[in-house]
């Protein structure tokens, strides 16, 4: 039962810490105690759930127990007392018992996008908005964060630290920002979602090589900023890049649970009511762009991502077309994981020797812990009969990876011939 509660507890974190965080916000007006609340609340959950079993309503549960100990943290705080009044009228005069609060759902989605924004506030570094945003609605751990950034967990650490003390010192609105300032945090919020998808579609350390429930979250997220920024083409092709990814998620695990690379999936599982939705979404962000706003990373990663989902198998794949929208995504989005996938594609459109050259100019020094690297270098070398050469690839990919499904796919491929 201890093993099933913690599991639960574990779960319902990833599944809800962002409403939760959001909605203790509009009432606390404070996003470190937002976050405090919510942590403690989940603390109380790991102790008393193995023993009083899994509630009905888990987050109900939860929104209870972290706000009664916000009415005790402000009944605590005497230079806080209006906020204690506020707080109590909030709840309903009257009640001395703790109150049912599932009428905050209504309000919810509002909610969590107001913390997206508010994570996004300009007085932050792009790199402290994105590592708040993370933490705070993907539910990632520091070394979650880390990794996608492909810096260390301490730099992590004190980014996010810093990012909510700022936020307390400017004393940031919060309101959802209208006009230009909505328009200016827009893609700090877009790529904080590209983000949490990206752990979901493919997780960064683990038993799971998918948490699926993330990719729901963040397309989620991203069908609420096309209703947001609607005349937005980067918000359009977000929201296609997301579904079109995700419907392949049926194909990537095979029935033993392991992980399906590309190449070997059966198409007929993709998920094609996603690949429509996905089309679709790509062709409001192309008509939108032809009024003259120039295409972003994500419209052109959604271009990419279109040509798989039209191709009935890897052979008849449109690679150079591929490949031409890889040497202008790394334009307007450089960076070397980028380089990477660009590798990749080069060496598909026009043979591995190709795709070697694009790989020799990446940047090792950083993403010396990036795993892919290798992993790309030792199938573009397998391709090219280089097999020994391929196999120590393989397995110094093996080495980095934290997620243990594809650390057990790699070495299979280092043991192969």
């Known amino acids: 039962m201890t093993a099933d509660a913690h ?21 606390v007006r404070d996003v470190a105690l937002a976050e405090d609340l919510a942590q403690e609340a989940f603390a109380a959950a790991l102790e008393q759930w193995p023993t009083s079993g899994v509630p009905d309503n888990p987050r109900g549960w939860l929104m209870t127990v972290a706000k009664r100990r916000a009415v005790d943290h402000f009944r605590r705080l005497e230079r806080l007392r209006s906020k204690q009044e506020e707080l109590y009228w909030s709840l309903g005069p009257g009640q001395s018992q703790i109150p049912d609060f599932e009428g905050l759902v209504d309000h919810i989605e509002d909610d969590v996008l107001r913390l997206m924004f508010i994570s996004c506030h300009p007085a932050l570094s792009r790199e402290a908005q994105v590592a708040l945003t993370l933490r705070l609605l993907g539910g990632l751990t520091t070394e979650e964060i880390a990794r996608s950034f492909l810096v260390k967990p301490a730099t992590v650490g004190q980014r996010i630290s810093r990012a909510k003390r700022v936020l307390a010192e400017v004393g940031v609105p919060l ?13 700090a919020v877009m790529e904080v979602v590209y983000l949490v998808f990206n752990e979901g579609y493919t997780a960064t350390s683990g038993d799971d090589w998918l948490r699926p429930a993330l990719c729901d979250e963040a397309r989620r997220l991203a069908r609420m900023l096309v209703s947001l920024a609607p005349e937005e083409p980067e918000a359009h092709g977000l929201q296609a890049l997301l579904d079109l990814q995700a419907s392949r998620l049926p194909a990537r695990l095979g029935d033993d649970g392991e ?18 939705r996905g089309l679709e979404a790509l062709d409001r962000a192309d008509r939108l762009a032809a009024r003259g706003t120039p295409i972003g990373p994500f419209v052109l990663q959604a271009e990419i991502a279109a040509c798989h989902a039209r191709s009935p198998s890897v052979e008849r794949t449109d690679w150079p077309r591929i490949a031409q929208l890889y040497d202008g995504l790394v334009h307007v989005m450089p960076s070397p994981v980028v380089e990477v996938n660009r590798a990749v594609a080069h060496g598909m459109a026009f043979g591995p020797e190709a795709g070697l050259v694009v790989l020799d100019k990446v940047d090792t020094d950083s993403v010396k812990t990036y795993h892919l690297l290798p992993s790309v270098r030792g199938d573009l070398l397998a391709r090219l009969g280089r097999t020994e050469e391929a196999r120590e690839q393989f ?7 934290r997620n243990q499904r594809e650390k057990r796919l790699l070495l299979a491929r280092a043991s192969s011939g």
């Open 7 to 27: 599991a639960v507890v574990a779960a319902t974190w990833r599944l809800e810490s962002a409403r939760i965080v959001a909605g203790l916000l509009r009432m």
């Open 175 to 187: 309101d959802l920002p209208t006009g230009e300032e909505r328009k200016a945090r827009l893609s």
């Open 259 to 276: 992980p399906v690379l590309l190449a070997d999936q059966d198409r007929r599982r993709w998920d094609h009511r996603l690949v429509r």
């Open 395 to 401: 397995r110094l990919a093996a080495s980095l990876t």
